[in-house]
């Protein structure tokens, strides 16, 4: 599959699809650096409409930020970081999840990434979300941490 095609279908409406590819990309990512020179196009998929979209580019993203040399994840963290309280919290949960691996990978970004989850602002969430995603923030820090 052509890396167009690749966009296009984690970007479609077959959700299945498309998150059956977000996870196949994200383990490969994790194995080796196949995917890393897509780092950019996952990169604008962060701003996308749909928020599926954007937890499919965060996990992504996180996966590939172990190879990042050039430092295009640390000009990406303030954008990264804006969806730790992003508008719909199953992506801020995403994003949140996905923080300590960036940590893992990026240890020169760790006392950014605690702030912003230390400052994350949570009050615009329904009460039902607003525990979860605080438990999601502290088993982050506690990840972080070790």
Same mark, same amino acid.
């Given at each position: 599959m052509d890396f /167009?095609?690749? %966009?296009? !279908?984690l970007t479609g409406k077959d959700a299945k699809a498309a998150y059956a590819? $977000?996870?196949?990309i994200t383990e490969e990512s994790r194995a080796s650096d196949t995917w890393y020179s897509h780092f950019d196009e996952f990169a604008a998929l962060l701003s996308h409409k749909n928020s599926l979209v954007r937890n499919r580019a965060i996990s992504i993203l996180a996966?590939? $930020? !172990?190879? /990042? !040399?050039?430092? *295009?994840?640390d000009a990406l963290l303030d954008e990264f970081l804006s969806h730790v309280a992003?508008? *719909?919290?199953?992506?801020?949960?995403?994003?949140v999840a996905a923080l300590p691996e960036v940590a893992e990978a990026k240890p020169e970004l760790i006392s950014r990434i605690r702030a912003a989850l230390e400052q994350a602002d949570l009050s615009g969430y329904p009460d039902s979300m607003r525990?979860? %995603?605080l438990k999601d923030i502290v088993a982050a820090l506690?990840? %972080?941490e070790e």
């Open positions: /167009d095609a690749c %966009i296009a !279908r590819l $977000a996870q196949q996966a590939n $930020a !172990r190879w /990042d !040399r050039a430092g *295009k994840f992003d508008a *719909k919290p199953i992506t801020a949960r995403q994003c525990p979860l %995603i506690q990840k %972080i």
